[in-house]
């Protein structure tokens, strides 16, 4: 990669969450998104949605992580999301 390439990627995962009979009870979403890397390091946005079996958001947490050139973390920022009832 040459020194002034900046690479954004995007990875999803997505769990379904079911009770002790398989019945869907909700779903854990788990966006990464590397925000920019070159050859000084990387900045990861990554989020975690939790969403009950109609789709709607109980719980969102985001974690901000700067990694230098040798992919050691250097800081990092969480942010906790509750929505209202």
Do not use: H
């Not at 009870?25 to 050859?39: F, K, N, P, R, T």
Request: no cysteine; net charge negative; proline share 1%.
């Amino acid at each position: 990669m040459a020194e002034d390439d900046i690479e954004i990627g995007e990875d999803l995962q997505i769990d379904v969450v079911v009770d002790a009979n398989d019945v869907k009870i909700g779903e854990v979403l788990q966006i990464d998104v590397v925000v920019a890397q070159d050859s000084g390091g990387s900045i990861v946005d990554e989020t975690i949605d939790v969403l009950d079996k109609d789709g709607n958001l109980i719980f969102e947490e985001e974690n901000i992580s700067v990694y230098d050139d040798e992919g050691n973390l250097v800081a990092q920022d969480e942010i906790v999301i509750r929505p209202l009832d």
